[in-house]
């Protein structure tokens, strides 16, 4: 992983969880080749372990395959909510859960 080719490490983005993909305003260029090219997904992996799904890969320069960063999100169900994390140094860091239910229990308004 390298800290000179992002503009800031693991940014806080909120509930925002990538399972796939790039996020390319925090790349500001590849410091081995000085290219800011395409951010190519290499060694995905996806793993079950005890009913949480791990997916892992490397965001690798397209022009040196240098490594970037590399990229873990994981899904469970906890009680009645769907629970996602995130966690990369060019992606950024975020958490999520979403009721699996019709009425999300936590946003109802008490009665009395």
């Known amino acids: 992983m390298c800290n000179s080719c992002v503009q800031k490490e693991y940014p806080d983005r909120g509930n925002t969880c990538l ?34 799904e791990i997916v892992t890969y490397d965001h690798v320069c397209k022009n040196c395959d240098h490594i970037i960063a590399r990229h873990e999100y994981t899904f469970s169900v906890v009680d009645d909510y769907q629970e996602y994390t995130m966690l990369c140094l060019l992606c950024g860091k975020a958490e999520d859960s979403i009721s699996v239910l019709p009425d999300d229990p936590r946003q109802t308004a008490p009665l009395f």
Do not use: M, P, W
């Open 19 to 52: 399972e796939n993909g790039s996020y390319l305003i925090n790349y500001v260029g590849c410091a081995k080749c000085h290219q800011r090219d395409f951010v190519l997904i290499s060694n995905k992996a996806t793993e079950d372990e005890d009913g949480e």
